[in-house]
């Protein structure tokens, strides 16, 4: 009875998540527009190459709208005074974590598909396995989507402050993870720095995908991601444990 | 089957304990009230019953299964409106209501039919498809509470339900609880409200500093205290205190237009004032004696504990 009791809880958190986080502000603006933004910014009307950096680009684009919902959910619900009351529903708090991860991912899955799509009409990006493809979009997702979650669990009610916060951990993170600088170029404490970015490897993976080439293997990039997903949940479970009490 | 049993709860915030080894029994189809001054710790208990605050220590058990074990199970018995407690303002009170069943897993059909159940009695129909946010804090309250017992919970639990609201809004969450009580659900209850604690309630918990200090039946609760009782009289004209210095009167308080006298012999009381008061022409327009009060027994065992 345990497992469907606990599926379906996930479900109907995930659900309302959509319904009521998609349309939020600062999940349009630093989920949609600003990579948007970064793109026109760094690659149009520069000699930058654009199919050589659309895997690039596109891992940015899942990675800044997947983890931009997880990080509002917790705060928003405990500024609102809904937290409480969501706990007390047939859920736990792994349920409610979970239900933040799915909502992220989904979107996230969902614009950078869009983007996918649309690019197909402007620039011939060619896909050279589209199992690695699918696997990058899934494993890149969640993820990000798992960063999303760990983002919020610092915070108690206040949204403003997460999202600063966890804008000040995600734009950081783009310039050290080989989407603007190729990992082959890069040498020396910006190789170690790349290292350390779970986004290093959503790159590579997205490389592997769609030019064939890679820095790692994309065995390691996807156990890589798999691995930082599972850490981040139980890291953001741990943290959102501790700080349950925290402006209920 | 006792719906809640809790054993030894203890939970610290910090240097601060909150709850302090409470234990308390919750028999089936009872309304039990849970009262106590502020910040002694009954949102904290309350929160430890439905499962969202793990006790430091101690058990707690809904219809016998044990909360901290089986979340799910447990809280699929109960419905709960939590102190501060507000449905998605975002959401109209609609979606709120169908997100509620979602939750507790109703099927569809059921439902829709019970959300229309709900709007034709709470008097909202035509404010069913409008956010919540714009909703006033009454009508807040009873798309909460309906949230709380779509799924005709066996246990209801409520924090406060009543504070803020006006007679009307009051008077339907008081009436929802003992509709829902009649059909076999438990409640617990936890208020200020003395006077409705004393009405609706089989049980009252007294809590002072997270610990219990009383748990009895409210008629024998008042008997512990052998109060005073009073007589509140009032007259059409004004009359000043010297009526009342009389034999077996220990105090007179003006109250209004009325006065309110305190005795330990209400007989004696009542005799002299009829006596005086057609000896001296002043009818008496209004006359009620009223027997220990709950109120008076609360602030004694708060006081003293
Ligand atoms: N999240 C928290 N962090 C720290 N201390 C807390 C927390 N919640 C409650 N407390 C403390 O625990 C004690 C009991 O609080 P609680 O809210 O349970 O009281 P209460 O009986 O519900 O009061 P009220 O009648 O005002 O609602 C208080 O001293 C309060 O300061
Ligand atoms: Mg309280």
Sequence with gaps: MEIPLALRGIIVITRKNMRLYYTKPPVLMFGLLFPLFMFFAFFVGRKLDLVTFFPAFLAMMLFFTASSVGPLITPWEKREKTYERLLSYPVTQDSIILGDVVAGAVFGIGISLLVWIASLFFIPVAITSIGLFALAFILGTLSCAALGALLASPASDSPPNVIIFSNLIRFPLIFISGIFVPLTQMQGPGLALAFCSPLTYLVDLFNAAMSGTSVFSPAVDCCMLAGISVVFILAARLIQTRNLVKGL | ?305
Aim: neutral net charge; proline residues 4%.
């Design chain 2, 1 to 305: 089957m006792n719906a809640i049993e809790a054993s030894h709860l203890i939970k610290r915030f910090g240097s601060v304990t909150a709850v302090n080894d409470v234990s308390l029994t919750v028999c089936e189809g009872e309304i039990f009230g849970f009262l106590g001054p502020n910040g002694t710790g009954k949102t904290t208990t309350m929160r430890q019953l439905t499962g969202v605050l793990t006790p430091d220590s101690g058990a707690v058990r809904i219809n016998g299964i044990d909360i901290h074990r089986h979340p799910l199970e447990a809280k699929m018995q109960m419905g709960v409106i939590p102190e501060n407690s507000t449905v998605y303002g975002d959401l109209s009170a609609e979606q709120n209501l169908s997100l509620s069943g979602q939750m507790y897993g109703m099927p569809r059909a059921d439902r829709d039919k019970r959300i229309d159940e709900f709007f034709s009695r709470m008097g909202l129909s035509e404010k069913r498809k409008l956010p919540v946010r714009g909703f006033s804090k009454g009508m807040k309250q009873r798309v909460s509470i309906a949230c709380a017992i779509i799924h005709r919970p066996p246990l209801l639990l409520l924090d406060e339900p009543t504070s803020g609201l006006d007679v009307q809004s009051r008077r339907l969450v008081i009436d929802t609880i003992r509709d829902m009580n009649e059909q076999g659900s438990t409640i617990f209850l936890t208020t200020h409200n003395i006077e409705e604690a004393n009405t609706l309630c089989q049980t009252v918990c007294i809590l002072n500093k997270g610990k219990i200090v009383a748990q009895d039946s409210p008629e024998r609760l008042k008997k512990m205290f052998n109060t005073t009782q009073s007589v509140e009289v009032s007259f059409d004209r004004p009359v000043t205190r010297d009526l009342f210095a009389a034999e077996g009167i220990l105090r007179a308080e003006s109250c209004g237009d009325k006065w309110k006298i305190f005795t330990d012999n209400p007989d004696q009381v009542l005799k002299y004032l009829v006596g005086r008061a057609e000896r001296e022409s002043i009818t008496i327009t209004s006359l009620t004696t009223s027997g220990p009060s709950l109120e008076e027994a609360f602030v004694r065992i708060t006081e003293c504990a």
